[in-house]
């Protein structure tokens, strides 16, 4: 995975009073998801002791999805979201995943960019056409193309 220099990208693995402040702090005036009674991980990118980006993954329903994707705006355009995104769909694989979801709105224009370069395509109700919903669901299917495309990426031993 290519992580931007002066960054670090980990998985929270104390969601601790102190991480709870800071994360209400980082998502102010955002709407999230409550994970607490799913299986998830949130992933981090720290410049320091910094929260510079954060995101989640959870399972639902029987599939992955990822939500939460926010980099603060003075670390933007620098490959954080990329990092997040490789390291939340890499998570996926070692949790035995073959398929990642995620569900967004269509003007959210950046995140579609961020995903569809990995593979995420549209998945409508009916396949041939997607009705004008504002939001929709995109599902990338881990194939041995993309692992190949994403050195980073591999199904684990
Ligand atoms: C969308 C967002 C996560 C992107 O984060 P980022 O760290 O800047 O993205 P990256 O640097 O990894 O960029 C990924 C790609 O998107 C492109 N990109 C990023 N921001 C862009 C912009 N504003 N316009 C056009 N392209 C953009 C990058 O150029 C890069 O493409 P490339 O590899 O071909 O150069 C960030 O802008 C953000 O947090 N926006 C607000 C999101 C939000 O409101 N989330 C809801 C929860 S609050």
Do not use: Q
Request: hydrophobic residues 40%; contains cysteine.
């Amino acid at each position: 995975m290519k992580v931007p220099p002066g960054i670090s990208i980990r998985r929270v693995l104390k969601e601790s009073g102190e991480w709870k402040t800071r994360f209400s702090a980082f998502y102010s005036g955002c709407e999230v998801k409550n994970v607490a009674g799913l299986d998830h991980a949130y992933f981090a990118a720290y410049s320091g002791d910094e929260i510079a980006g954060h995101s989640v993954i959870y399972l639902e329903d029987g599939r992955w999805v990822m939500d939460g994707l926010r980099v603060k705006p003075e670390f933007r355009e620098r490959g954080i979201a990329k990092a997040l995104t490789e390291a939340r769909i890499h998570y996926a694989l070692s949790r035995g995943a073959r398929e990642v979801w995620y569900t967004c709105e269509d003007g959210n224009l950046v995140t579609a960019c961020c995903h569809v370069r990995f593979g995420f395509r549209m998945v409508c109700d009916n396949e041939k056409k997607c009705t004008p919903a504002t939001a929709h669901w995109y599902r990338l299917r881990i194939t041995p193309a993309v692992l190949k495309k994403f050195p980073g990426l591999r199904f684990p031993r």
